[in-house]
């Protein structure tokens, strides 16, 4: 079904329905460098002067446009035929993701708009469509400059420069048409008990009638709810007949089947636990390292996107291959289907957001960044595989002003509010405010250097921090210690130009060397809980990837399995 368009899977297993009509493939395309198609009322015109191939951005190779200079505004234009039969109950627009701001159209008239350029939005477009031929058109404009507008690591000059690659901007994942009856489910909250073998939900939906929840483990029934319900939301508890926990390369999936009305959703839930107890990580409540790698979720042909699913499950592979049990999506909302696949393969990630690029010193920029990243976390919280959030990353002073500390207190609480389930990680490195895990970024190359630093935290209670230094901004309370960047060693071969962190190792030898002296300091150290190294593969420039850009083992990976994967003190 529907295999001749690129990305044709359904975009988000968690909440799937078989009634859907992917929009994928060839748009007509045109920019907008003076943002001036609104007034020129491009969304009434027959045709735009370009093509695209969505859901690829136009920088992108895939995208057939492959332009990398800045793009302030774009236009998309596709025509879309509905059958009559389609237009029976309620008819929904989905857009994966558009960076940043979208204004979207159909038959010439405005149905919606939404700024963000990470998440999922979607609107009721039933009024709006009829039988046959319809117009689909969506306005898309950007600026990685402006300190509003969360960019992550897309570069804010002309050229990909040191950790910043090249820009996203517009449609870059799937768009798709989703039929539902009159009345239909809006959406599922699950809570897994791993301790008492039961999932709690609370699920919203529109309209009255019966609400049915059933679960089953690999194809066998474990257990039902029913209830009536006149509408709005409905809770309830499954009791499972059969407990088999969510753990690390054990996804161990349960599938759910929920219907209300007629309306049909496919979902599944993990069933585990995770907590923070005596500095130890705990997930289904025994001490677990964690062996995470840093991933940007960046793809030479696609940028922001992954061809195709299985570049997607490609880089989760990888990171097993080389013993991490998980990964910091870093910088970036990763779309729902790697998510998934994370779940499916027992993987642990870090959900994060793309908060470079903000001014953190302007109260201004806290409505536009607590709306989309309460979007992340809702869009993502059945996810087993995510056992924490972390809504920034660095947060450096911006044009020489101090973050605004309130801005990081209110996202942080905001967070623990919606989710009370998972640890939260204000800010990876510095400067943190207020914090579960107080973790820490140490690019430290001398091994006996990085060793005698961090050993303290055994000998001493005491912390290396090399943020500490910047006009005590940040202090270590007796959080959990999680290094949550560290090694980023450049190699690309002798005569390869590019960027890393200090100076690259004269042979494979000493690579591996020096790989194995930091990572044996940190699972040799009984006060710390994780580490994260820097990084998987290269991206563009930067060559601190233990794959290159392509994917390519640069080494051995039985050698740094072995490194990575035995057991840590605190796991003693």
Not at 426 to 452: A, K, L, M, P, W
Request: glycine residues 10%; negative net charge.
């Amino acid at each position: 079904m529907q295999t001749n368009i690129p990305r044709p899977e359904y975009p988000n297993p968690q909440f799937a329905r078989s009634d859907w009509m992917n929009l994928n493939g060839t748009w007509q395309f045109e920019m907008d460098p003076g943002r001036s198609g609104e007034d020129r009322k491009l969304y009434e015109a027959d045709a735009l002067s370009g093509e695209i191939i969505v859901p690829y951005c136009p920088e992108s190779a895939l995208s057939g446009v492959c332009y990398t200079d800045f793009i302030p505004a774009v236009w998309y234009r596709r025509v879309v035929d509905i059958p009559a039969d389609k237009l029976t109950g309620r008819v929904f627009l989905h857009f994966g993701a558009v960076d940043y701001k979208a204004v979207v159209y159909v038959n010439g008239a405005e149905v919606g708009s939404h700024a963000g350029g990470y998440v999922h939005f979607s609107f009721d477009v039933t009024e709006f469509v009829r039988a046959g031929e319809n117009v689909i058109t969506v306005y898309a404009e950007d600026d990685a400059r402006d300190g509003m507008i969360p960019s992550g690591k897309q570069c804010f000059k002309y050229a990909s420069m040191g950790c910043h690659y090249t820009r996203t901007t517009g449609i870059w994942q799937t768009v798709w048409l989703e039929f539902t009856p009159k009345s239909y489910i809006r959406s599922v909250r699950l809570f897994p008990n791993a301790e008492d073998g039961s999932v709690q939900f609370v699920a919203s939906v529109c309209g009255a009638g019966e609400f049915c929840a059933e679960a089953s483990f690999d194809g066998k029934p474990v257990g039902s709810f029913r209830a009536s319900t006149a509408g709005g939301t409905v809770s309830g508890t499954i009791a499972l007949s059969e407990t088999h926990l969510w753990d690390l390369g054990q996804g161990n999936l349960y599938d759910l089947k929920l219907t209300f009305c007629g309306d049909t959703v496919q979902s599944y839930f993990g069933l585990r636990s995770v907590c923070l107890d005596d500095r130890r990580f705990l997930l289904n409540g025994r001490s677990v390292f964690m062996r995470l790698v840093l991933d940007q979720g960046f793809y030479p042909d696609g940028i922001y996107t992954a061809k195709d699913e299985q570049a997607l499950m490609h880089d989760i592979e990888l990171s097993m291959a080389a013993g991490f049990n998980g990964a910091r999506l870093h910088e970036k909302v990763f779309e729902p289907r790697f998510l998934y696949h994370c779940d499916r393969m027992g993987y642990i990630v870090w959900g994060e957001y793309p908060n470079w690029g903000a001014d953190h010193s302007d109260p201004r920029v806290l409505a536009g960044f607590l709306q989309e990243w309460i979007e992340a976390v809702d869009r993502d919280f059945n996810h087993p595989s995510i056992i924490g959030w972390c809504p920034f990353n660095e947060t450096w002073d911006y044009d020489g002003r101090r973050q605004w500390n309130e801005f990081l207190r209110t996202v942080y609480r905001t967070t623990k509010a919606i989710d009370p389930t998972r640890p939260c990680i204000d800010t990876s490195g510095n400067y943190h405010v207020e914090t579960d895990i107080f973790d820490t970024h140490d690019y430290e190359q001398n091994v006996d250097v990085f060793r005698e630093q961090y050993d303290k935290l055994m000998t001493e209670n005491v912390l290396f921090d090399r943020q500490h230094d910047h006009g005590g901004a940040q202090i270590w309370k007796g959080e959990p210690v999680f290094l949550s960047e560290y090694g980023g060693i450049r190699w690309a071969g002798e005569d390869a130009v590019g960027w890393g962190y200090g100076e690259a190792p004269k042979t494979e030898a000493e690579f591996k060397a020096r790989y194995k002296g930091l990572t044996d300091t940190l699972l040799d150290n009984s006060k710390m809980c994780g580490f994260c190294y820097t990084q998987l593969y290269d991206v563009e420039q930067e060559l601190n990837g233990l794959y290159t850009y392509g994917r390519e083992p640069k080494f051995d990976m039985d050698y740094f399995k072995a490194v990575n994967s035995r057991k840590a003190a605190i796991e003693e």
